[in-house]
């Protein structure tokens, strides 16, 4: 009963360090994205991918990459980490791509201080 | 540029009371809206999701209803219980395929 499951979930680093979130889920879905969740801003998301070795930029995509190797797993990588990283995120995944409509399902979230 | 917001951002009720969450969105051009709830240091558990061509959906004590022409919706929560204590969080697909978020209205029920 994992549904998508992301690690770390708790992270602190220091300006310029790098590090990647794991985000896996097993409900055989299509779509996986990566959201931030700041204090008065709401989520955002991040980056998208449809399907294995696809990716788009969402909406906040400065300062992140993506890697989407299989279906199962999609991971979100900073590879210098400044201040304004600092967050909480959350991975999810759909079974239908995002023009197709489907429910949302997330993760627990990972959250970053970064120093 | 679709938005959506959530009133109020807050809300206090005995226990016991039916209650109403608002959410109104901009562009009524959208696949469907989300509700979810979102308890504190956790993730988000999706509750209802309508697709733009119904009017509502029930799940339990929760009835969501849509009404697109006028961009809103509302999260209708019967008999509350301190375990509905939470925060309440819209969202809305639009054309491009994109979610965008409300920013939540935060559930306090009172025993």
């Known amino acids: 009963n994992a549904g998508v499951t992301q690690t770390p979930k708790f992270q602190v680093l220091k300006t310029g360090q790098s590090m990647t979130l794991q985000c896996a889920q097993d409900?055989?879905?299509?779509?996986m994205y990566w959201y931030r969740q700041d204090p008065g801003m709401g989520l955002r998301l991040i980056y998208y991918?449809?399907?294995?070795?696809?990716?788009d930029k969402g909406e906040v995509p400065n300062g992140y990459n993506v890697s989407r190797l299989n279906k199962r797993e999609f991971s979100l990588r900073l590879e210098s980490a400044a201040p304004s990283q600092t967050s909480v995120y959350f991975c999810?995944?759909?079974?239908?791509?995002?023009?197709?409509?489907?429910?949302?399902?997330f993760g627990e979230g990972s959250r970053l201080t970064v120093l | 540029k679709q938005e959506v917001t959530q009133i109020p951002a807050a809300l206090s009720v005995p226990e016991g009371e039916n209650l109403v969450l608002n959410c109104s969105f901009t562009?009524?051009?959208?696949?469907?809206l989300q509700w979810f709830r979102q308890d504190p240091g956790k993730g988000l558990t999706s509750l209802l999701l309508?697709?733009?061509?119904?009017r509502e959906q029930t799940s339990g004590r929760l009835n969501a209803s849509l009404d697109k022409s006028s961009g809103r919706s509302t999260l209708y929560i019967a008999a509350s219980q301190p375990g509905d204590s939470a925060t309440y969080l819209c969202?809305?697909?639009?054309?491009?395929?994109?979610?965008?978020f409300g920013k939540g209205t935060k559930l306090s029920v009172k025993p």
């Open positions: 999810a995944s759909s079974e239908y791509d995002r023009g197709s409509g489907g429910e949302l399902f």
């Open positions: 409900m055989n879905h299509n779509s």
């Open positions: 991918s449809a399907s294995e070795g696809t990716t």
């Open positions: 562009d009524s051009a959208i696949y469907n």
């Open positions: 309508i697709q733009s061509s119904q």
């Open positions: 969202a809305v697909r639009g054309s491009q395929g994109n979610l965008i």
